[in-house]
């Protein structure tokens, strides 16, 4: 265990080469703090879907290495380099997934910036972190739940708001991982109507438990698209698509008219045939999101510090040593909502 604030010695873990059994265990000694860095004692990492297709080398084959994954991480702020006005010793923080966003629409050039690859991720006991890469953590939340609002949080936070009209409203959510729970919990502060699949008949029991009004097994019930209609009947006023093309065209059929869907993911790319003429016949409005500025971050905080709701996490780990064990769980699609590492 570290103390907060004399750190000595301290473990990270880097991609030297891809390849999830390959990811290289350091002991090191942090150095002097750049004046324009601030210190980071990481207490809490959450993993996503890209964190894996980054260390597997799938995400970007080409990305220059060595780099330290995982974009998601909470800590306390142990020290802050002289140039520093942001952020002071103590501070609890989470980490901004891209922060050269800062508001706005996304400008070339933003995917530089990003944590877990190409820039440092959060793989470390101890990080050095731009400003920018930092916001405060509402006071009511834990590490470990402030750790899963930079990625799934705030992604599901920036589906739900393209729906002006929130309250009474229908949603659609795609399979129990991190964004759909997280969007479960956001849909339903705002009051809307939920219905979601999984491949599981144990997981939908679990998010009926957090809110759902109705599940669907994805498996046995193969055209989920119409089959959601017996609970609504006009269909969905929004879809978190989190499946991509092998899931897109059921989620058109469960789409109302003039709906809108999220598009969000590809955990079920197929390369099947997208039936574009029912999206236009059905006046659907289709969103791509890319997770959030740092300006709708703070919007989303906002919601966490007045609501207390936080994406769910199903499982937990202890020590930074327990990485392989929760990108394998991540792997298997045996999860339920977030993963979290403890430190
Ligand atoms: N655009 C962005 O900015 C952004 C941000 C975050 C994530 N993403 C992407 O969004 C996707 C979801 O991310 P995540 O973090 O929620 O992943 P995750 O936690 O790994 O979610 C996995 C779950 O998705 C469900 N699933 C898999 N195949 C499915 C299918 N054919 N139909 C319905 N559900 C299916 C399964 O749920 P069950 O076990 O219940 O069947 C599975 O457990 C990923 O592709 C990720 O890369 C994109």
Redesign the pocket.
Same mark, same amino acid.
């Given at each position: 265990m570290l103390s907060t604030w004399r750190i000595s010695m301290a473990v990270k873990y880097r991609i030297e080469q891809f390849g999830a059994g390959n990811l290289s265990r350091r002991d090191f000694t942090p150095g002097p703090l750049q004046p324009d860095k601030v210190r980071v004692q990481i207490k809490a990492i959450s993993l996503?879907?890209?964190d894996?297709?980054m260390i597997q080398g799938h995400y970007n084959p080409k990305m220059k290495l060595p780099v330290i994954p995982i974009s998601d991480g909470a800590g306390v702020v142990t020290e802050c380099g002289s140039q520093v006005t942001q952020f002071e010793k103590g501070d609890r923080v989470l980490t901004t997934m891209i922060p050269g966003w800062e508001k706005g629409l996304p400008e070339k050039g933003i995917h530089s910036s990003t944590l877990g690859g190409p820039a440092d991720g959060c793989l470390s006991e101890v990080c050095d972190f731009y400003p920018r890469e930092l916001l405060n953590i509402p006071a009511n939340i834990t590490f470990e739940q402030a750790a899963t609002l930079p990625?799934?949080g705030l992604?599901a936070w920036n589906a739900i708001q393209k729906l002006p009209h929130k309250s009474g409203k229908s949603i659609l959510l795609? !399979? +129990?991982?991190?964004?759909?729970?997280?969007a479960l919990g956001i849909a339903k502060a705002h009051h809307m109507k939920v219905a979601i699949?999984?491949?599981?008949n144990h997981?939908?029991e679990r998010?009926q438990a957090l809110g759902a009004d109705c599940g669907l097994n994805?498996?046995d019930e193969v055209k989920w698209g119409q089959a959601i209609r017996s609970f609504f009947p006009d269909g969905c006023d929004l879809v978190v698509e989190?499946?991509?093309s !092998? +899931?897109f065209n059921q989620s058109v059929t469960a789409c109302r008219l003039g709906g809108k869907i999220a598009?969000?993911?590809?955990?079920?790319e197929t390369g099947q045939r997208i039936n574009l003429t029912k999206v236009l016949m059905s006046s659907i409005d289709v969103h791509?999101?890319?997770?959030?500025s740092r300006e709708q971050f703070k919007d989303y905080l906002r919601f966490v510090e007045q609501t207390g709701v936080t994406p769910t996490i199903g499982q937990q780990f202890e020590g930074i040593d327990q990485i392989a064990n929760a990108l394998e769980l991540?792997q298997s699609?045996?999860?339920?909502?977030?993963?979290v590492i403890s430190f």
């Amino acid at each position: 265990m570290l103390s907060t604030w004399r750190i000595s010695m301290a473990v990270k873990y880097r991609i030297e080469q891809f390849g999830a059994g390959n990811l290289s265990r350091r002991d090191f000694t942090p150095g002097p703090l750049q004046p324009d860095k601030v210190r980071v004692q990481i207490k809490a990492i959450s993993l996503n879907y890209r964190d894996l297709l980054m260390i597997q080398g799938h995400y970007n084959p080409k990305m220059k290495l060595p780099v330290i994954p995982i974009s998601d991480g909470a800590g306390v702020v142990t020290e802050c380099g002289s140039q520093v006005t942001q952020f002071e010793k103590g501070d609890r923080v989470l980490t901004t997934m891209i922060p050269g966003w800062e508001k706005g629409l996304p400008e070339k050039g933003i995917h530089s910036s990003t944590l877990g690859g190409p820039a440092d991720g959060c793989l470390s006991e101890v990080c050095d972190f731009y400003p920018r890469e930092l916001l405060n953590i509402p006071a009511n939340i834990t590490f470990e739940q402030a750790a899963t609002l930079p990625v799934a949080g705030l992604t599901a936070w920036n589906a739900i708001q393209k729906l002006p009209h929130k309250s009474g409203k229908s949603i659609l959510l795609l !399979g +129990t991982g991190g964004v759909s729970l997280a969007a479960l919990g956001i849909a339903k502060a705002h009051h809307m109507k939920v219905a979601i699949t999984s491949s599981s008949n144990h997981k939908l029991e679990r998010a009926q438990a957090l809110g759902a009004d109705c599940g669907l097994n994805y498996v046995d019930e193969v055209k989920w698209g119409q089959a959601i209609r017996s609970f609504f009947p006009d269909g969905c006023d929004l879809v978190v698509e989190v499946g991509g093309s !092998g +899931t897109f065209n059921q989620s058109v059929t469960a789409c109302r008219l003039g709906g809108k869907i999220a598009l969000i993911g590809v955990l079920a790319e197929t390369g099947q045939r997208i039936n574009l003429t029912k999206v236009l016949m059905s006046s659907i409005d289709v969103h791509g999101i890319l997770v959030g500025s740092r300006e709708q971050f703070k919007d989303y905080l906002r919601f966490v510090e007045q609501t207390g709701v936080t994406p769910t996490i199903g499982q937990q780990f202890e020590g930074i040593d327990q990485i392989a064990n929760a990108l394998e769980l991540l792997q298997s699609g045996q999860h339920f909502g977030k993963i979290v590492i403890s430190f």
